[in-house]
């Protein structure tokens, strides 16, 4: 027998198949941790790309910098002390962090640690953003695809702005990283909402940068709220650190794109019949919502009518009271009926994660381990299944010898590229 683990929430699952039954890995390239990584951010930041400096800000009174929520394993214990020594030492005064949710729920003080340091949150003044806090938001106009721009006003009234996060594959924005972290995590829910809604443009989809709307219309965003420096990291499938990228956005972007394209980019030579499924453990299936942007990776190398077994723990539920309630509410019975009522509907985030869900589970067959109870998960109309050696070993039984199965432990980290030269 095989025996091959995955990540599931903070621990892993193990399953067994019989030697006869072939495996591909889908995953990620191994790359070691940075041996030093504190020296590794002392000098991107010492080393800046693009034409900026934080030397060149020497006058900025205050500063603040948009930091990641708690669904990104962003490594701020590392990224933050060298920056937070280096904006003191140009002067700056005051410096506020402000935790990037998006449309994600508000954490409370009592979850700061989940992301912070005690040091920095003790000396260091924090706040939450609230994408739908009318009083946390200034309007500043449109960009050129139309979006409003409502912006968290204590990110813009600071002298100095800066985004602290991870540059990593993105289902649909191509890319996380750069000016992200502010120009979503940091924005109103109706700028949210009409950014998001490009994803159903051909162009926006996952390892897609320049010719992505939805991506650049984030960084037209990045200009109009003017983010004018990044520190951004990149890690391996463990999450840990392998390098650092710091300076101008766009130039931390254009240098750290193909880095991660070189770790994360899997080139595979055929469409599987069955792909079993690890988001990648904590915070990545920390809730549907961030979940299930592995099933969406997965799909791309599943031929239609094929299988997906998504072992995502979710032990935070849906991760989305808005798309758990028009889920639940609104009479749907299959994944169809998801389909139709968002597109008459049109375009809102919440609602838009059961449309991605049904778009890809209406055309494979979605089995999903996880933590919820089974009759919640029913209720979003997913198939849960309480243990996954017993669902890997059912899918073997009823399927032909020949069966092509394919295992992704790090799916949302990854990108596979339909490749049948690659064989």
């Known amino acids: 027998m095989q025996e091959i683990?995955?990540?599931?929430?903070?621990?892993?699952?193990?399953?067994?198949?019989?030697?006869?039954?072939?495996?591909?890995?889908?995953e990620p390239v191994p790359v070691p941790a940075a041996s030093e990584p504190l020296a590794l951010v002392k000098q991107a930041l010492h080393q800046p790309v693009g034409n900026v400096r934080l030397a060149d800000f020497k006058g900025a009174q205050t500063a603040a910098i948009a930091?990641?929520?708690?669904?990104?394993?962003?490594?701020?214990?590392?990224?933050?002390?060298?920056?937070l020594e280096q904006l003191a030492s140009i002067g700056v005064k005051d410096t506020t962090l402000i935790i990037a949710t998006g449309t994600h729920p508000v954490m409370p003080p009592e979850q700061y640690g989940m992301i912070l340091p005690q040091e920095i949150i003790s000396r260091y003044r924090i706040i939450c953003h609230?994408?739908?806090?009318?009083?946390?938001?200034?309007?500043?106009?449109?960009?050129?695809?139309?979006?409003?721009?409502?912006?968290?006003?204590?990110?813009?009234?600071?002298?100095l702005h800066l985004v602290v996060g991870n540059i990593e594959p993105h289902q649909f924005m191509g890319f996380s990283g750069g000016v992200k972290s502010a120009a979503i995590g940091l924005a109103g829910k109706e700028t949210i909402n009409r950014n998001h809604s490009m994803m159903t443009h051909q162009g926006a989809r996952l390892g897609t940068f320049e010719a992505n709307p939805a991506r650049q219309d984030v960084e037209d965003i990045g200009q109009m709220i003017r983010v004018d420096f990044a520190v951004n990291a990149l890690l391996n499938d463990k999450k840990q650190l392998v390098d650092a990228i710091a300076g101008e956005p766009k130039a931390v972007m254009q240098e750290g794109i193909p880095r991660v394209r070189s770790i994360f980019q899997v080139p595979v030579a055929q469409l599987y019949d069955v792909v079993i499924v690890s988001p990648g453990g904590h915070p990545k299936d920390i809730n549907l919502y961030q979940a299930q942007k592995g099933f969406a990776h997965a799909r791309l190398i599943t031929r239609d009518g094929g299988m997906i077994i998504l072992a995502a723990a979710c032990p935070e539920g849906t991760g989305s009271q808005s798309y758990e309630h028009w889920v639940t509410h609104?009479?749907?019975?299959?994944?169809?009926?998801?389909?139709?009522?968002?597109?008459?509907?049109?375009?809102?985030?919440?609602?838009?994660?059961?449309?991605?869900?049904?778009?890809?589970?209406?055309?494979?067959?979605?089995?999903l381990v996880t933590e919820m109870a089974p009759e919640f998960v029913r209720r979003l109309l997913l198939e849960p299944c309480a243990d996954l050696q017993e669902t890997v070993d059912r899918v073997i039984a009823t399927s032909p010898p020949d069966v092509r199965i394919a295992v992704m432990p790090a799916a949302n980290a990854t990108i596979p590229v339909l490749n049948p030269h690659s064989a």
């Open 67 to 83: 930091i990641n929520d708690k669904t990104r394993p962003v490594p701020n214990d590392v990224l933050l002390p060298p920056l």
């Open 330 to 367: 609104n009479g749907l019975r299959s994944h169809e009926d998801v389909i139709e009522r968002f597109s008459a509907e049109g375009f809102r985030v919440g609602p838009h994660k059961a449309f991605q869900l049904s778009r890809d589970a209406s055309q494979v067959n979605l089995l």
């Open 130 to 159: 609230d994408a739908e806090d009318s009083d946390m938001l200034v309007y500043l106009g449109t960009t050129p695809r139309g979006t409003p721009v409502w912006m968290n006003r204590h990110f813009l009234e600071a002298d």
């Open 5 to 26: 683990t995955i990540p599931y929430g903070k621990s892993s699952l193990t399953f067994s198949v019989p030697d006869s039954v072939q495996i591909d890995r889908v």
